[in-house]
């Protein structure tokens, strides 16, 4: 079956450094990932989708400077965020998506901030 | 504009209950129609989806059904149970770009 794996679960930061959380399709190729936030009002907030072959397209309000994406093959994402601040927190998800346009997520990341 | 709007915000029903969840959108384009729940704790995951070659789709207690000329589709869970008490997203999307998802539906299905 489909999986998507999305690593760290948690993680805790000092304010101002940055974090790095990965993503990773098993059982299928993504035709494209896509990473959203999570509000804590469950509200979906696309970061970017990021299509192989194509270039990463960036969300209002969100940037490269800020969320640098990596997508180098068919399985495999990571997004970094840099300089992270409270307004930052949240539960970071990936969305992979198969030829069939299904799209699975990833168990998610959950940011603090310190 | 908001793409996919998603109603009640939150539902309550007794277990043996339908549970009827509603979602609208607005691009008529849009070709894929996923529902998603969400448990508390736990990220989302693909409960069913619907394409618009059919106007409705079963998957055992979980029904959606589609209605292209008003662009609305709604998710029945027939005879709820407890175990059903998650937040529920419906979203919409074409071809292989962007998903647009709902606000969510709480639902809480009372034993």
């Known amino acids: 079956g489909a999986l998507v794996y999305q690593y760290p679960r948690r993680t805790i930061c000092k304010s101002g450094t940055s974090m790095r959380m990965e993503c990773q399709a098993v059982g299928f190729q993504a035709t494209s990932v896509a990473w959203y936030r999570q509000s804590p009002q469950k509200t979906f907030e696309l970061i970017a989708l990021?299509?192989?072959?194509?270039?990463?397209?960036?969300e209002q309000n969100f940037t490269q400077e800020k969320f640098p994406i990596s997508h180098p093959n068919l399985s495999f994402s990571s997004m970094t965020v840099l300089n992270a601040y409270l307004e930052d927190r949240g539960l970071y998800l990936c969305?992979?998506?198969?030829?069939?346009?299904?799209?699975?997520f990833g168990a998610g990341t959950r940011l603090s901030v310190l | 504009q908001q793409q996919v709007r998603q109603s009640p915000q939150s539902l309550t029903v007794w277990e043996g209950e339908t549970a009827i969840l509603n979602c609208s959108y607005e691009?008529?384009?849009?070709?894929?129609f996923p529902w998603y729940h969400q448990f508390p704790g736990e990220s989302p995951a693909l409960l069913i989806a619907?394409?618009?070659?059919?106007n409705k789709k079963e998957d055992g207690r979980f029904t959606i059904f589609f209605n292209k000329r008003e662009k609305k589709f709604s998710l029945h869970i027939a005879d709820s149970q407890p175990g059903d008490s998650a937040t529920y997203f419906c979203?919409?999307?074409?071809?292989?770009?962007?998903?647009?998802f709902g606000d969510g539906t709480q639902l809480v299905v009372k034993p």
């Open positions: 619907i394409r618009p070659v059919s």
């Open positions: 691009d008529s384009t849009f070709d894929y």
């Open positions: 969305g992979a998506r198969e030829q069939q346009n299904t799209l699975y």
């Open positions: 979203a919409a999307s074409w071809g292989n770009n962007r998903i647009f």
């Open positions: 990021s299509t192989v072959n194509s270039a990463i397209k960036y």
